[in-house]
C-alpha cells in the first residue's frame, strides 16, 4: 500500500491535511482519523442523536464508502454527494456509489445541487 500511496506515511500534523482556508476556522468539529473509514463513537457523539450526514471526500472507493457503510449500519442516514467525491478512476468512483446506492434509505447518492436546495 505505501508503495503505491506514500502520502499515507506523512504524519497526521502534515500541511497535507490542512483543510483549505476557506474551510479552517468555521467552528465546525474536523474529524481525523488515521483509519479509512472515519466512522466510530467520538463522531457519533459529535453528531448526536437522529443526525443525517452530508458525506464528500477523497476516496470514493476507499475512505468515503468505508464511512458511509459504518454509519449506516450504525443507523445514520447518509447522503453522499457524488459530485462531491472523487475515486480512483471514474469506474472506481461509480462503481462505490453503486455499492453505497444498494443500502438505501439508509445511504442515499445525491448531489451538491440536491443538498444546497
Same mark, same amino acid.
Given at each position: ?17 490542512? !483543510?483549505?482556508? #476557506?474551510? *479552517? &476556522?468555521?467552528?465546525?468539529? +474536523? $474529524?481525523?482519523?488515521?483509519?479509512? %473509514?472515519?466512522?466510530? @463513537? ?26 458511509? !457503510?459504518?454509519? #449506516?449500519? *450504525? &443507523?445514520?442516514?447518509?447522503? +453522499? $454527494?457524488?459530485?462531491?467525491?472523487? %475515486?480512483?478512476?471514474? @469506474? ?26
Amino acid at each position: 500500500y505505501y508503495e503505491l500511496w506514500p502520502f499515507a506515511l506523512v504524519p497526521p500534523t502534515d500541511r497535507l491535511y490542512e !483543510l483549505m482556508p #476557506a474551510f *479552517a &476556522g468555521t467552528g465546525h468539529p +474536523v $474529524v481525523t482519523r488515521t483509519t479509512f %473509514g472515519k466512522w466510530d @463513537a467520538e463522531f457519533a457523539a459529535i453528531l448526536g442523536p437522529d443526525a443525517e450526514m452530508v458525506l464528500t471526500g477523497v476516496s470514493t472507493d476507499c475512505c468515503v464508502i468505508s464511512t458511509a !457503510l459504518a454509519a #449506516a449500519d *450504525a &443507523g445514520v442516514a447518509v447522503k +453522499v $454527494v457524488a459530485d462531491g467525491c472523487a %475515486g480512483l478512476s471514474p @469506474a472506481d468512483h461509480q462503481r462505490a456509489l453503486d455499492a453505497m446506492a444498494l443500502y438505501a434509505p439508509l445511504i442515499e447518492i445525491t448531489t451538491a445541487d440536491a443538498v444546497l436546495a
